[in-house]
């Protein structure tokens, strides 16, 4: 303890010995103005401009494929380009944000030397801004929080919520008769107090739930966060380690021709989109793995995974770029972590539940085949149909991201047409949607056409040009009708085959037989 409270002294020390230099620099440089005033300017403007608007298509680079670019530097059309001093502004800002926390006297003195010369050299709106507020003499630990150390030990939550339910069911069969008797008597008389024992109880787990409720800047949706971002980046970088450790031996190198084309339609896609707030804090990287299978994700610190089956399966860039902002809005919009607190809240619930079924299932058995509906039910009535709605939710804002980029936004249904199509002639069986965490194939592709005119509008507010060639859509449409026709030619053909292969023997049959007559009777 003794050692605690030096280290308490100490700190009291140092930081008096900081604000002291702050105030006799204030002393000396009377001619420098407040910085808090500039400070809430800059942060009104920033607020200002977290939304998704469209408001960046200056920043363009040819992509391979059939894309078509055009660079614009129309500063007349506001609704598309972001204004200068605006990014300035920004620019300014992240500068100050990137501050270090942890100073040494020398540094301080450094600081306070350099400032005063700058303050002469630039205006007002280039003053390089320092928070005082940010100073701190050391790094800051914080202790994880609740939520954080439960995640960690969920398994250990339903163990404990298993023994305390069977703990009490035992309590409840060594009761005597007359105890218990006693027991439900009490209860009876008190019924009144355990009612609202019961409802503060859930009064306190809506206050709960409505004090951790945020409004998404992007879509204005309100969202549950039980975890902070410096919390649950920790979650982020375990799971980035866990991936490059599974996936080490089957990373395509940098110089590959595929990893190469990916990576530039990916950042093509960040630089149109950079005016966004939360596209541009986002250190992104993409990653490119040899595997047959049709997937991607990305993780809440900006890795993007992408298999090479998926790269297969896209038929130009366009549907690549669509599947890249689709993962780009899942990071955007903090799907990971609304979905983690979501699950954690759903977990917490489903303790008292667990309790519930220990307790009173009058075996282990029942109570075991209790748990099971319990979590299965929980699965496919919350947590599935909420997994669904964040995809459908990536999937309009990934459409807007790209349109933003000059996307032929028209194929992005198309793919999920084509999937479609394929699991139909590969005759796997069709899991209902309830069942799954994404929408169906159809579904998505129709939810996407209903889009599509919105996203057409964002294309023309960035000035893009207009779409040349053939609609996608309708190209694919007309690809399935002749390759139907096709089909049912050739299966005609195998089919009159068959039949001639039948027919043939019966014929040599009956020539035997005939033959075999006329010998019979010219012999007789």
Not at 142 to 148: D, E, R
Request: charged share 20%; proline share 5%.
């Amino acid at each position: 303890m003794s050692f605690i409270y030096g280290l308490q002294s100490a700190t009291r020390n140092c930081i008096f010995f900081r604000f002291n230099l702050l105030t006799n620099w204030r002393k000396c440089n009377t001619a420098t103005t407040s910085l808090d005033y500039h400070q809430v300017q800059i942060n009104h403007v920033v607020n200002k401009h977290r939304v998704l608007g469209v408001n960046q298509c200056a920043r363009l680079t040819s992509l391979p494929g059939n894309f078509h670019f055009c660079r614009t530097f129309n500063n007349k059309r506001t609704g598309c380009l972001l204004s200068i001093r605006s990014k300035e502004i920004w620019m300014i800002t992240r500068k100050c944000t990137a501050w270090n926390d942890c100073f040494t006297r020398q540094q301080l003195l450094k600081e306070i030397a350099v400032i005063p010369t700058l303050s002469l050299l630039r205006p007002q709106n280039y003053f390089p801004i320092r928070n005082i507020r940010t100073l701190h003499t050391s790094p800051r630990f914080q202790a994880a929080p609740v939520p954080l150390l439960l995640i960690i030990l969920k398994p250990v939550q339903k163990l404990l919520a298993i023994i305390i339910g069977r703990g009490i069911r035992k309590w409840w069969h060594a009761l005597p008769p007359n105890k218990k008797e006693l027991f439900k008597e009490n209860i009876k008389k008190n019924k009144w107090k355990l009612f609202f024992g019961l409802s503060s109880l859930g009064l306190l787990i809506m206050v709960f739930y409505f004090t951790h409720l945020e409004v998404s800047p992007i879509t204005g949706r309100s969202k549950l966060l039980l975890l902070g971002k410096e919390h649950f980046s920790l979650l982020s970088e375990l799971e980035y380690e866990a991936c490059m450790e599974e996936f080490k031996d089957f990373m395509l190198t940098e110089k590959d021709a595929r990893y190469l084309s990916t990576k530039e339609v990916f950042y093509h896609l960040i630089e149109c989109n950079k005016d966004i707030p939360e596209i541009s804090e986002i250190n992104w990287v993409i990653h490119v793995v040899e595997s047959p299978d049709i997937n991607a994700f990305v993780l809440p610190n900006g890795h993007v995974f992408i298999f090479t089956g998926l790269l297969n399966s896209v038929t130009d860039t366009h549907q690549l770029s669509f599947l890249l902002g689709h993962e780009i809005a899942h990071a955007v919009l903090g799907h990971a972590a609304e979905k983690a607190s979501l699950v954690h809240l759903l977990d917490l619930l489903g303790l008292i539940f667990l309790t519930m079924i220990w307790a009173i299932s009058p075996r282990d058995s029942l109570a075991l085949l209790g748990q099971w509906i319990q979590s299965k039910f929980q699965e496919y009535m919350f947590k599935r149909p909420y997994s669904r709605t964040l995809e459908a939710e990536a999937d309009k804002i990934g459409l807007q991201l790209v349109a933003k980029a000059c996307v032929d936004v028209r194929s992005s249904s198309v793919f999920w047409q084509q999937m479609e199509f394929i699991d139909g002639l590969s005759g796997s069986p069709k899991l209902p949607e309830w069942l799954s965490t994404h929408p169906s194939h159809g579904n998505r592709a129709e939810h996407l056409d209903r889009l599509i005119p919105e996203a057409l509008k964002i294309r023309e507010i960035c000035n893009c040009p207009p779409l040349s060639g053939p609609d996608p859509q309708l190209l694919f449409k007309l690809s399935m009708k002749h390759f139907l026709e096709e089909s049912k030619k050739e299966d005609l053909n195998i089919t009159v085959k068959k039949q001639e292969v039948d027919i043939h023997p019966i014929q040599k049959q009956k020539q035997i037989l005939l033959t075999h007559i006329v010998e019979k009777r010219t012999n007789s």
